[in-house]
Every structure is written in structure tokens, then in C-alpha cells.
């Protein structure tokens, strides 16, 4: 990919693609981390005498244009504090001549943020009048938003194929570091694999089960395994459609597949449920896996022991209930004992607060801030936002 060594922006108005979509509640922002993650792109871009930085972003899904609960602007205050100088905050949509006029009369200096892309018709079409129209409000384009470099959209891989572009910080560390989990990693290679559905990451699980040491599988995921051997997983959330696939996978990979030995159950999804452990094979009728049991903390634990190399994705069970985040925080207090030694990348939105929420965050190598773009590029996939920075 062309990084920003490779774009002049002295002088020039540069627009950034960056992703803030952050959670937000009454109006007010819950967690500024993707805000942050933007900071290195937007210094370096200041630092190398850019007129103007024009940040674009998506936020949630709205359906029919212009929504209030979609609006960017509870974000501009915090950009205002983590960047420590005003923002302005452009309102309407952002290929409107209203929204150009107001860029143009931007002083030098002065960081705009747009209003939601996604208000835009035509964004998630990749709409060539839109990408047109976006382009009009820079010099040069920045690709930084790596959760959304799986997409191609207008405003991720359109806008880039009409104005010089690069990759961000943020986006150039995403697939370095990513990239380090496909060729040539380090061994043992251990990846942890965990979530609700098989159905949801078996290309990731087929992609990398090749070129892993072990793969521990836990989250509701493990229940369909568990079920394809022939146990008993009582109302256990599973996929049958996928049964199949794993006696296949299984059969192929049984060497290098660690499922968890025993459960702890709930006799209801609630978060006051009343538990018991039972061994993941012989879950009684009426209960259903919640969490990775005692011995298998234990057993992922060992398995973790001596790597060098660690991908995890995904909860062991229901974190969110804290009577069953047991699992997940012992994965992660595991991954984080390995120490500067080993290679940790955590990545997908629920394994990342898993970590935080555990404290252990400053103990891992890398935290994608990815999610699906993640998962897309270790299935092996061309990203649309990564091929057109090249």
C-alpha cells in the first residue's frame, strides 16, 4: 500500500476516512477508542503542512437518510478534547453543495468533521456520481478506517479512485500486523476461536487450521463440534447446517482441534440463571452451555503455554452475564501472561472488550480495531479499502 511518506499534502486539503462508529447513548459517547486510534494520522497529516484535515466516517445503519440518532455530531466535542483544538462539525449530507461551500470557506488549519456518510444516497453502492461529489472536497484522500476497508463503498474505495490516496497509520498498522498472523508467523501458532456461530468465522477456521499449531475452539461455536462427535448438548445453541463440515473438519484437523471438556451450564439464557458444570459431551436436556467450564480454562491455558504466535476472536461464553465471563477473562489473562515473548493479536469487537474489560490490554501485542475487516483478511480475502490504496 502507498502510506503517507508517499502523498504531498503540504498546502492541500486532505479528507480522511476514518471510522468513528462509537457507541453513544443520550447523546454522549461511551468509549473514545476509535477517536483515539485516529490521532497518529491526523498529527502526521498536521505535522506535514496539510491546509485542512476533512474527516468523513459512517455511523450505525440508518435506513431512510437523515436520522437524529445517526448523527455524527456528539462525536466533534470529543474529537475537540483527544485532539486539543477546535472542530468544526459540518452538518447536512456530505456531497450536498452546502456541505462544499463550508469546506471551502474553512480557515487554514481548521479540522471539519462531515456529517454521516451513510446519509448520503448511493454510499454503500459505491455510487459514481457520489464519488464524484465527495471528491470535490479535498486535494488528496486517506484511508484510514480499517473496520470499514472490507466495504466497498463510496467513501472507503470510491472517493480513492479520484483523488492521490494513501493508507493512514491506522490502516497501515491493521494489515501489518494482521499480515504477520498469514505469512511466515512465528511458532507454536496457536489461535483461539470462539462466538456464537460456526457459520460466522468458517472460512477464518478453514484458512488458518493449515498453518496453526492448535486451534482452541470454545463459545457456542464448540457445541456444534461437540454435537457432530455424537454428544449430548441439551438446548446448547448449535447449527446442524454445519454438522457436516465439522465431522469434516475434525476428521481432517482432529490433531490440531482443542474443544473444551466440560461446561458450565445454565438452566436458562439470564444472567441469574442457576448453574451447574457438566462435562461439554453430556449436557443434561433442559440446560445449555454458557461458558467453558474449570478443566477447560485450565486445558486452553497449558495449550497456550510456549507460543509464540496467538490470534484470538471471540467470547468462550457469555461474558456479558458475569457469571459466565469466567472463561473468556481466563483467555485473556492467559494470552496476556505469554509477555513481550509472543506475538498477541486480539481481534473482533467482543474479544476486545473482553480484554479491556480484564485489564490486560497493555499485555498483548496488537488490538485490531477491525472486526469484520479482520476476519475477512485472515479468511484470505482482497479488501476493497486495501487494494485501492495500492
Known amino acids: 500500500m502507498q502510506n503517507l511518506n508517499h502523498l504531498d499534502v503540504k498546502g492541500k486539503r486532505v479528507l480522511v476516512r476514518v471510522d468513528y ?19 497518529p494520522t491526523l498529527r502526521a497529516l498536521q505535522a506535514a503542512g496539510a491546509r485542512n484535515i476533512i474527516l468523513m466516517s459512517h455511523f450505525g445503519r440508518p435506513k431512510n437518510g437523515p436520522e437524529d440518532k445517526y448523527s455524527l455530531k456528539p462525536v466533534a466535542p470529543v474529537l475537540e ?4 483544538q477546535p472542530v468544526t462539525f459540518i452538518g447536512g449530507t456530505a456531497d450536498s453543495d452546502d456541505t462544499l461551500a463550508a469546506v471551502q470557506a474553512l480557515p487554514e488549519g481548521a479540522v471539519a468533521l462531515l456529517e454521516n456518510v451513510r446519509f448520503s444516497a448511493g454510499e454503500e453502492k459505491n455510487d459514481a456520481d457520489l464519488n464524484e461529489k465527495f471528491a470535490r472536497l479535498g486535494d488528496a484522500f486517506v484511508l484510514d478506517a ?7 463503498h463510496s467513501s472507503v474505495s470510491g472517493v480513492a479512485g479520484k483523488l492521490p490516496h494513501a493508507a493512514g497509520t491506522l490502516l497501515q498498522t491493521e494489515v501489518d500486523a ?3 498472523l498469514l505469512d511466515g508467523a512465528e511458532r507454536p501458532y496457536v489461535v483461539i476461536i470462539g462466538g456464537a456461530k460456526v457459520s460466522d468465522k468458517l472460512l477464518v477456521i478453514e484458512n488458518l487450521l493449515p498453518t496453526v499449531d492448535r486451534m482452541l475452539i470454545g463459545g457456542g461455536m464448540a457445541y456444534t463440534f461437540v454435537k457432530a462427535q455424537g454428544g449430548k448438548i441439551g438446548r446448547s445453541i448449535h447449527e446442524d447446517d454445519f ?11 482432529g490433531d490440531k482441534i482443542v474443544l473444551p471438556t466440560d461446561t458450565l451450564a445454565g438452566d436458562a439464557f439470564s444472567a441469574d440463571a442457576n448453574t451447574r458444570v457438566v462435562p461439554t459431551s453430556d449436557i443434561p436436556d433442559d440446560w445449555e452451555g454458557m461458558d467453558i467450564g474449570p478443566a477447560s480454562q485450565a486445558a486452553f491455558t497449558a495449550a497456550l503455554k510456549g507460543a509464540k504466535t496467538v490470534f484470538w476472536n471471540g467470547p468462550m461464553g457469555v461474558f456479558e452475564f458475569e457469571k459466565f465471563a469466567s472463561g473468556t477473562n481466563a483467555i485473556a489473562k492467559a494470552v496476556a501472561d505469554l509477555g ?20 490486560q490490554a497493555d499485555r498483548v501485542s496488537h488490538i485490531s480495531t477491525g472486526g469484520g475487516a479482520s476476519l475477512e483478511l485472515l479468511e484470505g480475502k482482497a479488501l476493497p479499502g486495501v487494494e485501492a490504496m495500492k
Open 340 to 359: 513481550t515473548d509472543t506475538y498477541s493479536v486480539i481481534g473482533g469487537g467482543d474479544s476486545v472488550s473482553a480484554i479491556n474489560r480484564s485489564g
Open 146 to 152: 480499517f473496520g470499514s476497508a472490507h466495504r466497498a
Open 21 to 39: 462508529n462509537v457507541p453513544v447513548k443520550d447523546g454522549v459517547v461511551q468509549d473514545d477508542t476509535r477517536v483515539t486510534a485516529s490521532l
Open 81 to 84: 478534547q483527544v485532539l486539543g
Open 178 to 180: 494482521l499480515g504477520k
Open 243 to 253: 454438522l457436516d463440515k465439522a465431522r469434516e473438519l475434525l476428521g481432517k484437523y
